[in-house]
């Protein structure tokens, strides 16, 4: 088992150096940065304590423990944490061991500290009262506008980083958010009124994001090496944390000083700071679909930043010429020379890579790996030379089941290195169906003619070309990645699994890989293959499993064998690992049967309305990455956190904006099982539920939205009534599905906002930053519980009647505690 001292020590050093200038700067007061670490201190020594004397009684007293291994382990990393943190505490107080005078000093300080919970305005900097009344709303624009275009290019990043898993994704959510409702609260309390330090900290912070993730990513991972979770963790957490924080915070501080200056109410800050969040959302997800790579997006926003920065917060028109042309130089540089070559080339190392491209579905690197040409998706090998084993696997183990072909689907995994083994068998026309369309382009494929065999290319999702195309094919090749993301699990339902036995001859074979291959597997392996297993049995009359790179299941209304060597020699392909050399038909026997004895046939069935299986992909994802059995502590702690900071005054927020963060990841999926893996639909989903944010913020006492209760019964009223038609919404056609949610998603989103404008209409300080706090736990709730947790286990429509419920509860304990 491996420790992470290296990766633990990295994040302490930063969050301290960050911690340290937040102070120092009159961002915090110097004892809430000592009260910090005293908490990291504690929390670490009563885990590595508790934990460590419940292990000594185990050995003691020879307890038999399945969770003991786990316990061990997070002993020794909270044990690495303590350490550091108690190294931290003792360069505090050194001069304590070396002098008395040093020790009456430091005991004065500690009493004058203990005085003062915040820092003086004056002492933050000059007043804001330098800067036009005007420019406050433009400097909240641009506060939103930052922090979001950070976010989700960031995200992307994470994305690639944990290998495209919704696991990482809603735990890179979840962080965000979090961190932001710590920042929301220290700006409630802090009494910084220098804009200009404000905001040119943020546009720093923002600068300082990816240069952490490329130094800690080179410093932690190994050349080739697939980081572990708390790899992942720990590089996520350091390069997010302080353009999250300091974002946040200032948000909360230009919203109480517009407050006391009686510029605007808290309402009109919260919708000018998502209106710029809007801005980011459809800025980044336009971009995307021209190619533009994130680091070269990034860097370009930076510059725009700084430019608006200039512009809003310097008097000096000498200043702001200069900075407008050095912007425009620099961008036309940017775009001549991407640098997104040279940074995927340090994050992958090894690699010279020659071209990176992000498209709406993922990263795709081009490069050299020991002087051979590699294409990488999400910076995992996806197309390299001499791929042998895997490319005669997709293509034999399925085509062997029948003497010929008319017309053959192959779904993704790429054409070329298929085409070699494809033209062994007698195929009149094979269509290559692929969803991103820069894979297609990475691999030069294109319409063709293999000797008698056609072969056609086609970019679309597969669900929507299934359903708009009449085509009858007699194989269907599915090489589609496992379901361990809610977008991939709708190509693993039984619905899906239905529109393809529609497509196929009466004897046609269908094939797809929805798991990876074990000898010895864990118990999340069963839980999550057998709804998939079931789903697919209730479908096809007979199916045969063949373990292999990965575990192909093959699906028919006649029969089909494993018997994949004895039919390979019979019909004398000459195969350099399909053959009767490499593989034994009775041992692939007693491999099926190892593996269909463990399947749980009570289990369910992979649904459009509650796929299940994608939960237990995400628990064998982290598992893959050395997350093995404290998964469900984990997703406790993650869980019960958000709660910590759902006050009595902000509790209604909580609870709205986890309804609506919940309701927004069913949405889109819904939107997914009716159109398609649309990106950019998504992205405008998305951004009509932030649009409706700031209209409700700034506007819902005009919409006749000044009750709570009334609030209430509304957001109530919208979750149950998708609850109710979800069943028919994942299996309709696309019209009546996107009408609905362009009426429900921006609604839901203004009622919402004017809950946060009722809850702040009465404003301080600390009251805006309890309410703002509690929206981003909130938020970080409802991402995180509705993907992984929420749709599979409960389906669709049960979630939004959960979420219903915890909006009626909360809205009736509101309703009763606050004075309207």
């Given at each position: 088992?491996?420790?992470?001292?290296?990766?633990?020590?990295?994040?302490?050093?930063?969050?301290?150096?960050?911690?340290?200038?937040?102070?120092?700067?009159?961002?915090?007061?110097?004892?809430?940065?000592?009260?910090?670490?005293?908490?990291?201190?504690?929390?670490?020594?009563?885990?590595?304590?508790?934990?460590?004397?419940?292990?000594?009684?185990?050995?003691?007293?020879?307890?038999?423990?399945?969770?003991?291994?786990?316990?061990?382990?997070?002993?020794?990393?909270?044990?690495?944490?303590?350490?550091?943190?108690?190294?931290?505490?003792?360069?505090?107080?050194?001069?304590?061991?070396?002098?008395?005078?040093?020790?009456?000093?430091?005991?004065?300080?500690?009493?004058?500290?203990?005085?003062?919970?915040?820092?003086?305005?004056?002492?933050?900097?000059?007043?804001?009262?330098?800067?036009?009344?005007?420019?406050?709303?433009?400097?909240?624009?641009?506060?939103?506008?930052?922090?979001?275009?950070?976010?989700?290019?960031?995200?992307?990043?994470?994305?690639?980083?944990?290998?495209?898993?919704?696991?990482?994704?809603?735990?890179?959510?979840?962080?965000?958010?979090?961190?932001?409702?710590?920042?929301?609260?220290?700006?409630?309390?802090?009494?910084?009124?220098?804009?200009?330090?404000?905001?040119?900290?943020l546009i720093a912070c923002t600068a300082l994001a990816p240069l952490l993730l490329i130094s800690i990513s080179t410093i932690i991972l190994s050349p080739g090496q697939t980081p572990s979770f708390y790899q992942t963790l720990a590089i996520m957490g350091t390069c997010v944390a302080p353009v999250t924080f300091i974002s946040a915070l200032i948000f909360v501080r230009i919203s109480v000083i517009r407050y006391n200056m009686d510029l605007a109410?808290?309402?009109?800050?919260?919708?000018?700071?998502?209106?710029?969040?809007?801005?980011?959302?459809?800025?980044?997800?336009?971009?995307?679909?021209?190619?533009?790579?994130?680091?070269?997006?990034?860097?370009?926003?930076?510059?725009?930043?700084?430019?608006?920065?200039?512009?809003?917060?310097?008097?000096?028109?000498?200043?702001?010429?200069?900075?407008?042309?050095?912007?425009?130089?620099?961008?036309?540089?940017?775009?001549?020379?991407?640098?997104?070559?040279?940074?995927?080339?340090?994050?992958?190392?090894?690699?010279?890579?020659?071209?990176?491209?992000?498209?709406?579905?993922?990263?795709?690197?081009?490069?050299?790996?020991?002087?051979?040409?590699?294409?990488?998706?999400?910076?995992?090998?996806?197309?390299?030379?001499?791929?042998?084993?895997?490319?005669?696997?997709?293509?034999?183990?399925?085509?062997?089941?029948?003497?010929?072909?008319?017309?053959?689907?192959?779904?993704?995994?790429?054409?070329?290195?298929?085409?070699?083994?494809?033209?062994?068998?007698?195929?009149?026309?094979?269509?290559?169906?692929?969803?991103?369309?820069?894979?297609?382009?990475?691999?030069?494929?294109?319409?063709?003619?293999?000797?008698?065999?056609?072969?056609?290319?086609?970019?679309?999702?597969?669900?929507?070309?299934?359903?708009?195309?009449?085509?009858?094919?007699?194989?269907?090749?599915?090489?589609?990645?496992?379901?361990?993301?809610?977008?991939?699990?709708?190509?693993?339902?039984?619905?899906?699994?239905?529109?393809?036995?529609?497509?196929?001859?009466?004897?046609?074979?269908?094939?797809?890989?929805?798991?990876?291959?074990?000898?010895?597997?864990?118990?999340?392996?069963?839980?999550?293959?057998?709804?998939?297993?079931?789903?697919?049995?209730?479908?096809?009359?007979?199916?045969?499993?063949?373990?292999?790179?990965?575990?192909?299941?093959?699906?028919?209304?006649?029969?089909?064998?494993?018997?994949?060597?004895?039919?390979?020699?019979?019909?004398?392909?000459?195969?350099?690992?399909?053959?009767?050399?490499?593989?034994?038909?009775?041992?692939?026997?007693?491999?099926?049967?190892?593996?269909?004895?463990?399947?749980?046939?009570?289990?369910?069935?992979?649904?459009?309305?509650?796929?299940?299986?994608?939960?237990?992909?995400?628990?064998?994802?982290?598992?893959?990455?050395?997350?093995?059995?404290?998964?469900?502590?984990?997703?406790?702690?993650?869980?019960?956190?958000?709660?910590?900071?759902?006050?009595?005054?902000?509790?209604?927020?909580?609870?709205?904006?986890?309804?609506?963060?919940?309701?927004?990841?069913?949405?889109?999926?819904?939107?997914?099982?009716?159109?398609?893996?649309?990106?950019?639909?998504?992205?405008?989903?998305?951004?009509?539920?932030?649009?409706?944010?700031?209209?409700?913020?700034?506007?819902?006492?005009?919409?006749?939205?000044?009750?709570?209760?009334?609030?209430?019964?509304?957001?109530?009223?919208?979750?149950?009534?998708?609850?109710?038609?979800?069943?028919?919404?994942?299996?309709?056609?696309?019209?009546?599905?996107?009408?609905?949610?362009?009426?429900?998603?921006?609604?839901?989103?203004?009622?919402?906002?004017?809950?946060?404008?009722?809850?702040?209409?009465?404003?301080?300080?600390?009251?805006?930053?309890?309410?703002?706090?509690?929206?981003?736990?909130?938020?970080?709730?409802?991402?995180?519980?509705?993907?992984?947790?929420?749709?599979?286990?409960?389906?669709?429509?049960?979630?939004?009647?959960?979420?219903?419920?915890?909006?009626?509860?909360?809205?009736?304990?509101?309703?009763?505690?606050?004075?309207?």
């Open positions: 088992m491996t420790y992470h001292v290296l990766p633990i020590g990295l994040t302490v050093l930063v969050l301290y150096i960050f911690s340290l200038y937040l102070s120092s700067q009159g961002f915090t007061a110097r004892l809430s940065h000592r009260r910090f670490w005293n908490w990291i201190l504690l929390v670490s020594f009563l885990v590595t304590g508790l934990f460590g004397i419940f292990l000594t009684l185990r050995i003691n007293y020879r307890w038999e423990l399945s969770f003991a291994e786990s316990l061990r382990h997070w002993h020794v990393e909270t044990g690495i944490a303590m350490v550091l943190a108690a190294l931290i505490h003792l360069s505090w107080h050194l001069g304590y061991y070396f002098s008395k005078k040093s020790r009456n000093a430091g005991n004065q300080s500690a009493r004058e500290s203990a005085g003062k919970s915040s820092p003086e305005p004056t002492a933050a900097g000059k007043s804001s009262a330098d800067i036009a009344a005007g420019r406050f709303r433009p400097l909240l624009l641009l506060t939103g506008f930052v922090s979001s275009s950070s976010q989700f290019i960031l995200m992307r990043e994470a994305v690639i980083l944990g290998g495209g898993t919704e696991a990482v994704t809603g735990l890179f959510l979840w962080l965000w958010l979090i961190i932001s409702a710590a920042g929301a609260l220290a700006g409630g309390r802090s009494g910084i009124t220098s804009l200009r330090k404000m905001i040119w900290t109410d808290s309402g009109h800050s919260f919708g000018a700071e998502t209106a710029g969040s809007v801005t980011a959302g459809i800025l980044t997800a336009l971009t995307v679909t021209v190619r533009i790579p994130n680091f070269q997006l990034y860097l370009l926003i930076l510059l725009l930043a700084v430019v608006t920065a200039v512009w809003l917060l310097e008097r000096n028109v000498h200043l702001k010429i200069p900075a407008i042309i050095i912007a425009v130089l620099l961008g036309a540089v940017l775009f001549i020379k991407p640098p997104d070559p040279f940074i995927r080339s340090k994050l992958l190392r090894g690699v010279r890579a020659e071209k990176s491209t992000d498209t709406p579905y993922g990263n795709i690197t081009t490069g050299l790996y020991g002087g051979e040409l590699t294409v990488y998706y999400h910076h995992r090998p996806l197309f390299y030379p001499g791929d042998v084993i895997s490319s005669e696997e997709n293509i034999h183990y399925a085509l062997l089941q029948r003497d010929s072909y008319d017309r053959v689907l192959l779904i993704s995994g790429g054409l070329k290195k298929h085409l070699d083994e494809l033209v062994k068998h007698p195929i009149a026309a094979v269509d290559y169906l692929e969803l991103d369309p820069g894979l297609i382009a990475a691999e030069e494929a294109r319409d063709t003619v293999c000797g008698t065999m056609k072969v056609r290319v086609i970019s679309s999702d597969p669900m929507t070309f299934i359903r708009e195309n009449d085509y009858i094919y007699d194989a269907v090749i599915q090489l589609i990645p496992p379901p361990s993301t809610l977008s991939v699990s709708r190509f693993y339902t039984v619905e899906y699994f239905r529109m393809v036995r529609e497509h196929l001859s009466p004897d046609g074979v269908f094939m797809c890989t929805p798991m990876p291959w074990f000898n010895y597997s864990p118990e999340s392996y069963r839980r999550g293959f057998s709804p998939l297993f079931n789903a697919l049995s209730s479908v096809f009359s007979h199916i045969t499993l063949i373990p292999g790179s990965m575990l192909y299941v093959i699906a028919s209304e006649s029969p089909v064998s494993p018997e994949i060597a004895q039919m390979a020699g019979q019909k004398g392909m000459i195969n350099s690992y399909v053959n009767t050399d490499y593989l034994d038909d009775h041992e692939i026997r007693l491999k099926e049967e190892q593996i269909l004895s463990q399947v749980d046939r009570r289990a369910g069935m992979n649904r459009a309305t509650r796929p299940v299986s994608s939960l237990f992909a995400n628990m064998l994802s982290l598992e893959k990455m050395g997350m093995r059995g404290g998964i469900i502590t984990l997703l406790t702690v993650l869980i019960a956190i958000p709660f910590l900071f759902a006050a009595r005054r902000g509790l209604l927020m909580f609870a709205s904006s986890a309804g609506l963060a919940g309701y927004g990841m069913i949405m889109i999926f819904i939107l997914q099982m009716a159109v398609g893996n649309i990106y950019i639909l998504s992205a405008v989903i998305l951004t009509l539920l932030m649009a409706g944010l700031a209209t409700g913020a700034v506007l819902g006492e005009r919409l006749a939205l000044k009750k709570i209760s009334l609030c209430t019964l509304l957001l109530t009223a919208i979750f149950v009534l998708t609850g109710l038609l979800a069943p028919a919404l994942v299996t309709s056609p696309p019209g009546p599905v996107i009408v609905f949610l362009f009426i429900a998603l921006p609604v839901s989103g203004i009622i919402t906002g004017a809950v946060y404008r009722i809850l702040t209409s009465r404003d301080s300080g600390m009251v805006t930053g309890k309410v703002y706090s509690a929206d981003m736990a909130g938020s970080a709730l409802g991402y995180l519980t509705a993907a992984t947790l929420l749709v599979p286990l409960a389906g669709t429509a049960n979630s939004c009647f959960i979420l219903a419920a915890l909006i009626l509860i909360s809205g009736t304990v509101a309703s009763l505690t606050i004075k309207q």
